[in-house]
């Protein structure tokens, strides 16, 4: 008999972390600029000036008339003003507008999930994203996944730790079980025993 409870007690997920909280705090999030981002450069009544590029892996961009500029870790606004400033010397008033068309974020405000997942990968921050949008970039859990063993590293705590339990949402669909994501947690899906 004791062999039985044993043995359904090392089937069960045990996590020594708090569970994550449901609702992450509020602020005001503003995306910040990446290594391998599509930035669309549109200047104003200039579409000789105006042109598409994607930032370097050294962070910088170059545009006509303006060479190696930091854009990694700025957000578009400012990186506007920037190019404005330098596009000065050459065109009267300049007015730039930077869009993002393809993120990637700074690597320090990407979701990462690994271990059990069906594609751990890196994921681009959102306003808003929770796990499962997460685990469902992710593709779920493999067939040797312990869902509910799942950690919850959030960077903007130093590296506080939380259960999180994701078999329960992804598998049970209990959506209790779903949490906020802030810039740079981590999710990390262990193996299960059996």
Not at 33 to 44: E, F, S
Not at 161 to 171: A, E, G, M, P, V
């Amino acid at each position: 008999m004791s062999a039985l409870v044993l043995a359904g007690t090392a089937c069960t997920s045990f996590n020594r972390y708090p569970p994550a909280p449901t609702v992450a705090s509020k602020s005001d999030h503003l995306y910040k600029i990446g290594a391998l981002d599509t930035l669309n450069i549109v200047v104003w009544r200039n579409p000789d000036l105006s042109s598409s590029v994607t930032v370097r892996p050294d962070g910088r961009i170059s545009l006509p008339l303006v060479e190696n500029l930091e854009a990694a870790g700025r957000n578009p606004a400012d990186l506007s003003r920037d190019i404005e400033k330098a596009l000065a010397k050459f065109i009267r008033e300049p007015v730039v507008t930077v869009i993002v068309s393809n993120f990637q974020g700074v690597s320090t405000e990407q979701i990462r999930i690994v271990g059990e997942a069906t594609r751990p990968q890196a994921v681009a921050f959102r306003q808003n994203m929770t796990v499962l949008d997460v685990m469902i970039q992710a593709g779920g859990l493999t067939d040797f996944a312990d869902g509910n063993g799942a950690v919850l590293v959030r960077g903007s705590e130093q590296g506080k730790q939380y259960s999180l339990r994701l078999k329960d949402l992804i598998k049970r669909g209990d959506i209790s079980a779903n949490v906020e994501i802030k810039p740079g947690d981590i999710i990390i899906v262990p193996q299960s025993w059996f």
